[in-house]
């Protein structure tokens, strides 16, 4: 065979391979489409013991054909504090035994010619990505497609490579001693930095059956591949990590741990236990078998291997989850808190596999996160109307003066993510909800305006050396219980179901608020004709019952768009 003839099916396998990566990812993510904020609420809901923990992890990653996006979703939930780490370390069993399955389709697609099944799903997948209803359908029924026929193309490279006959690539191989730990140590390693550099065990899968099938991978070698996989996976949730909370680091370290102790025990028992996974399905690793054999068992033998592992090493270490849970405690410690003057997201990570359910879920938390901090802006606030030392008020003031500063960053940092996730392909209803989220940054950026509003105009009242009255003062107190308890109330939505909210006492809170603000500004107007005080300091007295009634009407309108109201 010529170099041309070499270099056209190398990029023949790359190609396949891009393929393959594209078609794991569009079925992973229509997956998720289809199963909507079922997913998160099984996630949330299903994990009060270890073992459902396992089982609904198992469960998941069987159901959007990825681990990566299990694990990054568990992640997320540990970062927004919607699991434990223990819950988070089962669930993350779980998703090592679902992510076997894959595996096991790679087997059948490498043994079974799905040409004829290919491009009817192709044809059936464009017809139902263009009608509403099922498009989600058509991308699964598209990915699958993409899924089987890189595997139909990555088998055809096979065979034209012609490998079993080719005697430089069976010497290579043969030259390596596949009775020596140390050898199959270099292999592993191999799989687990391939796998990292290409972020998808399913392509390092792939070319593993695709060299094992072709019998110029010794059997030992190919599992030596499989077993760097599993610890070469692990790079996506703790990238994604990286920008977490001490939590979520520990869970993404978790799955680490847990891949490279069974590794390490794997390691300690592998031929016999090698062998022992080659006679289930029939296969002598030190007999003479014939190449259709081989093509027919090896893929059989790597998937059946996958799952022996990860079912064992689940098996073993689910008992130990609390001395994980401490390992991994200990590994990372919690960086000591600082005061909250620094801008920084909690909940948003710039990450990877990313699904738009899942940012949605993200950004509303972030948005809530939002929603706190205003509300403890405004509590600055109230304090410094009362602060009397000068050096402590100029304190105060340059905290509300840095949160106003805080308030505008989240805003617009929050409104990037959200237009970075409306790229993707949306559902209407998703779309929807950035649409409300959108309306809701932007509100409570008007909240924080209005905060540093009122805490000008005490200043101004300060280095004036004016004081309100005693009455004054007690009227301003009353207006700013009445916005706290809508700020308060404005949170309580972010935090519960906009389908089990009422609105009533949210407007009521408005309705208190502006027929405070109508009576205050009458009797403002008459106080000052009776020469009670001076017309300056009761201009400065209703700029902040008139800021106040403002910041009231944010709240109103931020709780509209949290129950989707125009």
Request: hydrophobic share 45%; with cysteine; proline share 2%.
């Amino acid at each position: 065979m010529s170099t041309s003839q070499y270099l056209v099916i190398f990029f023949q396998i790359l190609g396949s391979l891009a393929l393959l990566i594209y078609g794991m990812k569009v079925m992973s993510e229509a997956l998720q489409k289809m199963a909507g904020s079922q997913l998160r609420h099984i996630l949330g809901a299903m994990t009060t013991n270890r073992l459902t923990g396992m089982l609904t992890g198992t469960f998941i990653t069987c159901a959007v054909q990825s681990s990566s996006a299990t694990t990054v979703m568990t992640v997320s939930f540990v970062n927004a504090g919607l699991l434990t780490l223990a819950q988070a370390i089962s669930v993350i069993m779980g998703a090592n035994i679902g992510t076997t399955l894959t595996a096991w389709i790679m087997s059948l697609g490498y043994n079974v010619d799905l040409t004829i099944v290919v491009f009817p799903a192709f044809f059936l997948g464009i017809m139902l990505i263009y009608s509403k209803k099922k498009r989600y359908f058509g991308d699964f029924l598209f990915g699958i497609a993409f899924l089987f026929f890189a595997l139909v193309l990555l088998s055809g490279a096979g065979k034209d490579l012609d490998l079993e006959h080719n005697p430089s690539v069976i010497d290579f191989f043969s030259s390596f001693d596949t009775k020596s730990h140390l050898t199959i140590i270099t292999f592993l390693l191999i799989g687990t930095v391939i796998t990292c550099i290409v972020q998808s065990s399913a392509a390092v899968m792939a070319i593993t059956i695709l060299l094992c099938s072709t019998g110029v991978l010794p059997i030992y070698l190919g599992i030596a591949l499989v077993m760097g996989e599993n610890i070469g996976t692990t790079a996506t949730a703790n990238l994604a990590a990286l920008g977490a909370n001490a939590q979520a680091r520990r869970a993404a370290l978790a799955h680490l741990v847990f891949n490279v102790f069974g590794v390490i025990w794997v390691l300690c028992l592998f031929y016999p236990f090698v062998n022992f996974v080659c006679s289930l399905v029939g296969y002598n690793p030190d007999g003479n078998m014939s190449a259709a054999q081989k093509a027919t068992l090896l893929p059989i033998v790597l998937a059946m291997f996958h799952t022996c592992f990860n079912v064992c090493n689940t098996a073993v270490l689910i008992w130990f989850i609390p001395q994980i849970e401490k390992l991994v405690c200990q590994l990372i410690k919690p960086k000591a808190d600082k005061e909250d003057e620094d801008f920084r997201l909690r909940f948003i990570q710039t990450g990877i596999m990313k699904t738009p359910e899942l940012s949605v879920f993200e950004a509303q938390k972030e948005i809530s996160s939002f929603g706190e901090r205003i509300q403890r802006m405004f509590g600055m606030v109230r304090e410094l109307l009362e602060i009397k030392d000068g050096k402590a008020f100029e304190k105060l003031y340059d905290r509300i003066e840095k949160y106003e500063g805080i308030s505008d960053s989240m805003e617009i940092e929050i409104a990037k993510y959200l237009d970075q996730v409306s790229d993707a392909h949306l559902s209407d209803d998703t779309k929807a909800k950035i649409r409300a989220m959108l309306r809701e940054i932007s509100e409570i950026e008007s909240i924080g305006d209005s905060c540093f509003n009122i805490a000008r105009t005490i200043k101004r009242k300060v280095d004036n050396k004016e004081e309100f009255t005693e009455k004054q003062h007690e009227n301003i107190h009353q207006m700013f219980l009445l916005v706290d308890e809508a700020l308060t109330q404005m949170n309580f939505m972010f935090t519960h179901d906009r389908h089990t909210l009422d609105m009533n006492r949210t407007f009521n809170i408005e309705t208190e608020i502006n027929t405070f603000r109508y009576q205050l500004r009458n009797q403002n107007i008459e106080d000052v004709d009776n020469h009670l005080y001076t017309y300056g300091i009761g201009t400065m007295y209703m700029d902040i019952i008139q800021e106040s009634e403002k910041l009231g009407d944010y709240v109103v309108n931020v709780a509209e768009a949290r129950m989707g109201r125009r």
